[in-house]
């Protein structure tokens, strides 16, 4: 068989739609992609074959795919021609193995079995009459209904027995998207159910259809359009579709519910495999589903009679086909009470095979429409149960993955979850696992739970109050184990630091859950605290450095030398990573090191890469000037780690060699194969899309205070920078915008990720001063200036406040209006309190040292009066040295502020400044806060001006930040203020 010229050209331009894009915009994080071409002939056997695109380049990978259809689908051979949905990442046709984004929707229509219903090949002589079966109803009665919702697809094809199609899509949807809209396009379209997972194949659009041998049918192509659709836009369509068009009530005579059972059920919130149940199922599963329906109407406190009525009434109907005869509706009757019967009299009268039906049934029988539990919302709690069970049982040691597999198969109930809990494990990277692994996936998995169809009086009077933990004693061996952990890792981190047990981040056990409107709320169980600090011999303000807090702390507990190595090489691991994991070729670098071995050169300028570009560093309360967490960290491993032992100052050296020079840090798994586990990189195999954007930013910089540049693909992204405190949805959509551009196609993220990837690349930031191109000032403003200088004090207010930036290369020294850096500092980065400069009179200089002239940009002038006197400033001062050095007529002195010498301008912490009441004035602030807002919206300067004669400036941001990352304050563009959020008041 060969395909035509114009075929072949169609077929090109047809793969380009659907690869294209994705490989264009995801090649830089998926190195390697595939086309999977998949042959199938009668009697199932199957060949396949991938096609490299990142080897031949797209076209050529195209033509090759192409012949070897042709190939295959001829009258020699006789195999079906598939093509894989999704591109591969490598050479598998399984879901792990397909790239995760796609840039359209699918459908598969049989229309001559599911529309048609003939259930017989037609003969060869009725060939052409099939054909113009297919295309009659498509353009009869599919194509109209389709654009009367404005759902044209961008390609459709003639297969033989029906035709299959695309929408394309503006940007890219993952397997989420596509079960989101998997149901509307199955239950109101007829679309083939199976072809919504990205594994799943499709027919090659002009081959041969060679399911019945003797009658081949040739495809062809039935329409082509230039239409493209936003995913959110297309899904509201498809949803107005399936309501015209989806399955409607049964014509057999049955009874309306009441008016109100139907509200009752209409204002329930129900999980996605109920909803999907109660869409009706088909001959052979009705019994089982009205046992699982049942049993869930019961469990949120409906009586037997609504349950019998809404079952028998609403539901059955939906049924395919519904129950006819009276013995069905008894044997209905018969379910309903037995499943009621098992959730509230824990007795089912109904057969001895039958349990209470949930979530294992549910994803048994095709109910559930998530990959894995971790995703439902109700399996999520189920699975977090399971996994504290097995923190309990778990030593407090790092386990091996086989080792913990075989403590769970020995757990009575636990081994039919090894599977889920597996791949919870795999994607977050982990090698080993230890009980404070699982208490945070637990934490992750487990968000304040909402009671379903209940008043919120019955809540509360059925609600018992929980147990408060009053005192250590009150825990599990396995749980003070893991709080014993939190503070040592947490001690070795401060170092030489000294602080107070009141500021160092409480364990999660250390947290207790209040409510606050509606919402749940972790606040430090302050009596857990007091009693931890007496068993060390510590009052909560007592001053203690970070190896003298470790000391206390294996005196009191017992942990040994051995123990507590292991936690240094833990720590140091923890401070090398942000959100992103840290690459299993670095780990493996720190474990060498851990072991006594020393860095080869090219494994030394690794490491340097990473720790320059992606880690956190090193984190001081108080540091000198000069200071940088980076370099700090690796002066922390050098004290720390055997295979320096002996050679300290020689490494130091070697290190400061190769960090001024580092280059930013690629992938290195041609490098270091034997270091290298795809399954756990993030670069190879992210977790998420966050991870993905992440490892695609090669550095960040921050210049001066206001702007972020993010280096990707090599190029640099501007952004405009705002501290965390002042973090505003505004910001949000410009990094959102920055992101896009720089990925080069539309990007899916919530307000969420947005803020992850915000915090990380904060964390990552190297500051660099501002560089522009030198501009000459104009001679009468600058004349004015050395006029004032030169009387030794200027005259007049200058009304810029704001940090210097001093470019030495060109020469200029910037000084920006809005140089808000104290958020910056206090939140982002270090969290010290920050004296910057408010005013640049106070760097005035005397006439007999001149140290700063202020200038300004050629696009931003100041305005000044008939006198000369500024009236207003520019945004941004400037002046080139070269030219005031002219015009004085000798050396100026710059004083040259690198950003760590105001960064870390902090005061030592003594009896006198430690806020030991910290957390309850935030809380006191935030409910200031929310009184001011409820009267009028504000501005974040507004409200700090309010309070600031009753709360420092910082703590007020502070506050700010928490209830806007809350979600109870947001900002309101249009006024350009902040306000409560609707239903928070």
Known sequence: MKFSDYERALLKEFFKEVYGRVWEAFQRH????????????????????????????????????ISYVEKWNGEENKYNAFWGIALRKEKKGSKDAAIPYIAFVPFDLDILKDHLHLTEELPDMEEAEAREKVLKYYQGTIRPRLEKFGLIPTWVYYTGHGVQGIWALVGFITERELLEVKNFLVEGMGSDPKIYELARILRVP???????????????????????????????????????????ASTLETEEISPELRRKFSQSKRPPCVEKALNGVKEGMRNTTAYFLASYFAQVGWKLDEIKEFLKNEWDPRNDPPIASNDGLRSLEATTESAYNNVVGGKS??????????????????????????????????????????????????????????????????????????????????????????QKIVERLTPPKKKIDKSPREVKDKEAPAKEVRSLDDFSKEEMSLIIRHYIMEAIKLDTTKTTLIRIRPPFLFLKEEKKGKKKVYKLNRRLLESFAKKLGLSLDELVSGWDLVAKIQEAFG????????????????????????????????????????????????????????SRGKEKARAKRGYDKRLGLWEFMVEMLPAFEGNMGYWRLEFLKRYEDAKPFKCPREVFPGYCNPDKCPFQNPRDMVESILAEIEAVYLYGSEKLGLVIGGKEHSITYEPLSDLTPSTLRKLHKALEKAWGGPLVLSKDELIEIFKDITIRALWKPILEPEEIVEDTLISYFLQELESGVTKYPLLVSGYLAYDPKAKVIYVGEKGQLIGVINRAFERYNLKGIRDPRELTPLLSRLEIFLGTSKNQKPVMDAQKKVVSTPRLWMFSLPYIEKKVGRKVNVKYLKPEEVFFEAEEPTMDNVDIEEEAKIEEIQGEILEILKMEPKTNEEIIEDLKQRYPKEAVRRALEELFLQGIVDYDPQIDKLIVKEGEL
């Open 30 to 65: 998926y190195p390697e992609a595939y086309i999977e071409i998949r042959m199938i002939n009668q009697e199932g056997h199957i060949t396949r074959e991938f096609f490299p695109i990142h080897q031949l380049g797209f076209e050529k990978a195209l033509e090759e795919a």
């Open 206 to 248: 002009f081959s041969l259809n060679w399911k019945v041998p003797e009658h081949p049918k040739r495809g062809e192509l039935i329409e082509k359009n230039n239409i493209y659709y936003e995913f959110q836009d297309f899904l509201e369509k498809v949803k107005a579709y399936y309501k015209e068009y989806g399955p409607k």
């Open 349 to 438: 009268e109904g057969p001895t095979a039958q349990k209470m039906a949930g979530c294992s049934w549910a994803r048994s029988n095709g109910l559930c429409p998530f990959k894995n539990m971790a995703e439902c919302p109700v399996g999520r709690r189920a699975l977090a149960n399971k996994l504290k069970q097995i923190a309990k049982e778990m030593e407090v040691r790092p386990y091996t993955l086989e080792e913990f597999e075989g403590l769970v198969r020995t757990l009575k109930g636990a081994p039919k979850w090894i599977n889920e809990i597996l791949g919870i494990l795999k994607a977050e990277g982990l090698s080993q696992v230890t009980p404070l692994d699982l």
């Open 559 to 614: 942990v040994s030398d051995d123990e507590l190595r292991t936690l240094i090489v833990e720590a140091i691991k923890d401070m090398l990573g942000t959100y992103m994991r840290t690459p299993p070729c670095i780990e493996a670098l720190v474990d060498k090191l851990a072991e006594g071995e020393a860095l080869e050169p090219h494994e030394l300028d690794l490491i340097v890469s990473w720790i320059k570009y992606r």
